[in-house]
């Protein structure tokens, strides 16, 4: 190989290298090897008050001068009337088993009498009967997890009345009537070991019954709520309930918690009072549900002290109306947005085109606080308007109000929001 032949391939192959390495560096310059993306979705938060809540109702004893063992014909949380009987009396305990049984039974029989007479196949889904059923066996396994096992028994019957009536819609049953000349069978078999009752208890007043009384059901005065302190909720005791008590009437549907507060929070509950906007409790160990209260009053005897928060609720089932001392979570200010990474927040300038009176575009710049948005296989700035600040993250208003965005853009529901990248700009190509 001759000289001049080796200086054209050695020239060659470095020009080759110089190209290469001049193609590197603008890809290098221009292009991402790679960014980590996040969903802007929408999310909300509330702020919450941890405390301890003591639950305050109308309540009035129920009565018996009578002895003999009781069997209730009503069942915690049921609705009363005033002279109803709620209760017999018997000579034994046995006597009153086998009533509690036929009680029971009669029940049963009624709703598989009623499932048979009004049962269409084409007006009940199977969707809602399975619904149905995993309520039933979420109340029950609630129940007897809070130890609450009478209550849990009723939850068992409907349940058992839940799995008929999905065989009805499935067809695996059209009618009950074996099923219910057995429990007629069962109960005349009862009755006739069982002595009728030898006396009857009546409810003194129309409204929720409980069979067991705590002994606080005197210790607030309803008239005198107004009175009641941090001081005087934390001295509240119990009162002794006397044998011949066996129960107690709920007499009013509303309800109330009284829970201490800080001085920093009543400055909130004071707005939302004001506002008479309605507010959120949860009640862990009584029930999954939230339940819409009002502010009743804040008593607090200066702006510096806590005060005891008083909260009205007409919400009532058999686990609110036996409640008493209980953990509270109240809800009060919520806030909604897309939820974005605090890790995605950075700043940059932003353009917007005017034009003045004569016509003439002009182009104007302003640095804010935004995101960069994949659209595609390009990175785009946009400005965000936070409305709640966490810890690692934050809410963003998608609509915010007029004025506040500088070119009127901001982050959209599902935008593909970095998180994580190098040399971020807008315009970026990404791969």
Avoid at 45 to 73: A, K, P, Q
Avoid at 184 to 201: F, H, P, Q, W
Avoid at 254 to 282: F, P, R
Avoid at 349 to 364: C, H
Wanted: charged share 25%; hydrophobic share 35%; with cysteine.
């Amino acid at each position: 190989m001759d000289k001049l032949l080796f200086k054209r391939i050695l020239i060659g192959l470095l020009s080759v290298l110089i190209l290469a390495y001049l193609v590197y560096l603008f890809f290098g310059a221009n292009f991402s090897k790679s960014v980590e993306t996040e969903d802007a979705v929408f999310n909300k938060i509330s702020d919450t008050i941890y405390s301890n809540g003591f639950i305050i109702r109308d309540e009035s004893y129920v009565s018996n001068s009578m002895s003999g063992v009781l069997s209730y014909n009503v069942s915690d949380g049921e609705d009363v009337s005033a002279g109803q009987n709620i209760a017999d009396i018997y000579k034994n305990e046995t006597d009153a088993v086998y009533r509690q049984k036929i009680h029971s039974i009669d029940n049963q029989i009624k709703k598989l009498k009623e499932l048979s007479d009004s049962y269409h196949k084409d007006s009940v889904s199977l969707e809602a009967a399975d619904s149905q059923i995993a309520n039933n066996i979420y109340s029950f396994l609630y129940d007897v997890n809070l130890g609450k096992l009478s209550e849990a028994k009723s939850y068992n019957d409907e349940l058992l009345l839940s799995i008929c009536e999905r065989q009805m819609i499935t067809g695996e049953a059209k009618e009950f009537s074996a099923k219910i000349e057995s429990l007629k069978t069962e109960r005349d078999n009862l009755c006739d070991n069982c002595s009728e009752s030898i006396g009857a208890v009546a409810a003194n007043k129309a409204g929720y019954f409980i069979t067991k009384p705590d002994g606080y059901e005197e210790s607030v005065n309803l008239k005198k709520l107004n009175k009641l302190y941090p001081n005087s909720l934390k001295k509240l005791s119990k009162k002794t309930v006397f044998s011949n008590i066996v129960g107690k009437v709920v007499t009013s549907p509303q309800w109330y918690i009284a829970c201490e507060v800080t001085a920093d929070d009543t400055v909130n509950l004071a707005k939302l009072q004001n506002s008479g906007e309605t507010i959120y409790v949860m009640i862990p160990s009584v029930t999954s549900e939230k339940l819409p209260v009002k502010i009743h009053m804040i008593n607090q005897k200066s702006k510096k002290d806590s005060a005891v928060l008083i909260l009205s609720c007409d919400y009532m089932n058999s686990h609110i109306a036996s409640a008493r001392k209980e953990n509270i979570e109240i809800s009060t200010v919520t806030y909604s947005g897309l939820k974005v990474s605090k890790r995605a927040i950075h700043e940059n300038y932003v353009t917007k085109e005017t034009e003045d009176k004569e016509g003439n575009i002009k182009v104007k710049k302003k640095k804010v606080q935004g995101v960069y948005v994949q659209h595609g296989s390009e990175l785009i700035f946009k400005q965000i308007y936070i409305t709640y600040s966490g810890s690692d993250y934050v809410l963003c208003n998608p609509t915010p109000p007029e004025g506040i965005l500088f070119n009127g853009k901001t982050v959209e529901l599902y935008d593909r929001v970095v998180i994580k990248g190098d040399n971020l700009y807008d315009g970026k190509i990404i791969k």
